[in-house]
């Protein structure tokens, strides 16, 4: 088999490849890491490549192929880590000066899960500082670029995941979701993303912040490869309280389940986003699909209110209350932007904050009942195309003023109710930009989400569209 061909190959057929015999780790290892040192300079979607330490790893899943060992589910297969995702013995920065040197003793659970099923870590990939935009670039690792547009933003906060993944630069990449920030690169970037429900992936041990909004997921080409990730690394640990217990059935499987008889609401704009006029067509013709796979699709507008401001007020808090003791010392080294954001978060009284949490209760019974009515909710995935690096976001969408998560409305409120959410491309803009369908699920259906996705997979396949990075 091509060398150059392996990079491209799903992480199901590597590890088939390998539990068979016709390719070794060590070829899968190295090829990817001649793509990784010869793309990643240009995209920088890569802050730390592991490249002795995957070599050893490779050597080591080659001998225990030849030898006959029981072999675990994604045994050699190369995975990247977010690099605010704890890897013991290996740089974990966060993205901030801050943490230029930090490396920590433990793994995150989602990092011991995946080596133990024989998964090569070959880096870590570019955030923002702490993950607390939606665009990928950070005064210590740099700008990180879309492998479809390298002058346009991949999105964030796991936008080094999301253009690797598009760029072939590995099939699995773990990312992390406190407003977005898996669905919003994996749109950008034309990948699958997937955030579970709150609590299917252990969170523990990690940077603080965002206790109750972060979600831990993968990004993948496929559908079922991130079904197959997620059956490694879901499932509980007394590390994280808010950890949920074993769904008792594989996610892989759900991925033949279809969605026939299944009812879908199809919301434009939630009742109050505004959205770029070629992502709002791409996606309502996306939507009219789920139709012939015999789901029931009805179009909607929710009553429920935009939650921005719940979401503002308790992230400018929790960030505050994590970072706020480095501002007077260390506030220089810091990105502007989340400079600002402690700014803010700094002024949100104790009677503020619990109030938001008050409103984000009620908004969960808003959500909770409307989907009762029904088994899925689509949505465009980002209210617009990507745009140029260096921006912190946008503040109009489709030519009118928007608010700070105006071109963001559909993802941050699905980290308040903790449902999981994926998105799925859909095409792309007449400028060749990608475009994602968010579909969301009810309180722990993620199987049924996968069951969506991987429908409209089978129906509209993207995985062999590459970006012109080669």
């Known amino acids: 088999m091509a060398a150059a061909d392996l990079p491209w190959r799903s992480a199901q057929e590597l590890a088939a490849l390998i539990r068979g015999k016709q390719v070794s780790p060590v070829e899968v290892v190295?090829?990817?890491?001649?793509?990784?040192?010869?793309?990643?300079?240009?995209?920088?979607?890569?802050?730390?490549?592991?490249?002795?330490?995957?070599?050893?790893?490779?050597?080591?899943?080659?001998?225990?192929?030849?030898?006959?060992?029981?072999?675990?589910?994604?045994?050699?297969?190369?995975?990247?880590?977010?690099?605010?995702?704890?890897?013991?013995r290996v740089l974990t920065t966060g993205g901030s000066r801050l943490f230029a040197d930090h490396v920590p003793e433990e793994d995150s659970v989602c990092v011991e899960r995946l080596k133990g099923a024989g998964a090569i870590i070959v880096g870590k990939t570019t955030t923002p500082e702490f993950g607390h935009k939606a665009v990928t670039d950070s005064p210590l690792l740099g700008i990180t670029r879309n492998?479809?547009?390298?002058?346009?933003?991949?999105?964030?906060?796991?936008?080094?995941?999301?253009?690797?993944?598009?760029a072939g630069l590995g099939p699995l990449a773990v990312g992390t979701d406190g407003g977005g920030s898996i669905r919003i690169p994996a749109a950008f970037c034309g990948v699958y993303g997937l955030?579970?429900?709150?609590?299917?992936?252990?969170?523990?041990?990690?940077?603080?912040?965002?206790?109750?909004?972060?979600?831990?997921?993968?990004?993948?080409?496929?559908?079922?490869?991130?079904?197959?990730?997620?059956d490694v690394i879901a499932g509980p640990d007394d590390r994280d309280r808010h950890s949920l217990p074993a769904a008792g059935r594989a996610y892989l499987g759900a991925c033949e389940d279809g969605i026939a008889g299944l009812s879908v609401a199809w919301s434009p704009d939630l009742g109050y986003a505004r959205v770029d006029p070629e992502v709002a067509e791409l996606c309502a013709v996306a939507a009219e699909r789920f139709e012939s796979f015999g789901g029931h699709v009805e179009v909607v507008s929710p009553s429920w209110e935009d939650p921005e401001e719940i979401f503002r007020v308790m992230v400018g808090a929790e960030t505050w209350g994590a970072w706020g003791d480095r501002l007077e010392a260390d506030g220089e080294q810091m990105d502007r932007s989340l400079r600002a954001l402690m700014k803010f978060g700094a002024g949100i009284t104790a009677e503020r904050y619990l109030r938001a949490m008050r409103r984000r209760h009620d908004f969960w019974t808003e959500v909770q009942r409307f989907l009762a009515r029904f088994d899925l909710l689509i949505t465009p995935t980002v209210a617009v195309p990507p745009f140029e690096v260096g921006r912190p976001g946008l503040n109009e969408v489709a030519g009118q003023p928007s608010s700070p998560l105006g071109w963001t409305p559909f993802c941050f409120p699905f980290n308040l109710t903790g449902q999981p959410a994926a998105t799925v491309p859909v095409g792309f803009t007449s400028a060749g930009l990608p475009v994602g369908l968010q579909i969301v699920g009810r309180r722990h259906a993620d199987h049924t989400v996968l069951a969506a996705s991987a429908a409209f997979e089978a129906a509209q396949p993207w995985a062999d569209r590459r970006p012109p990075v080669d």
Request: charged share 15%; proline share 10%; with cysteine.
């Open 30 to 88: 190295e090829a990817l890491l001649a793509r990784i040192e010869r793309l990643n300079p240009a995209l920088n979607c890569y802050a730390t490549v592991t490249a002795e330490e995957a070599r050893d790893a490779a050597v080591a899943a080659e001998v225990e192929v030849v030898s006959g060992e029981t072999l675990g589910p994604l045994h050699g297969v190369p995975v990247s880590i977010k690099d605010l995702v704890f890897t013991r």
């Open 147 to 166: 492998p479809w547009n390298p002058a346009l933003t991949p999105g964030g906060s796991s936008g080094g995941a999301g253009a690797a993944v598009a």
């Open 195 to 230: 955030k579970p429900s709150f609590g299917r992936v252990p969170q523990a041990p990690g940077f603080p912040g965002w206790e109750t909004l972060s979600h831990t997921g993968p990004l993948t080409r496929t559908v079922r490869d991130a079904a197959l990730m997620l």
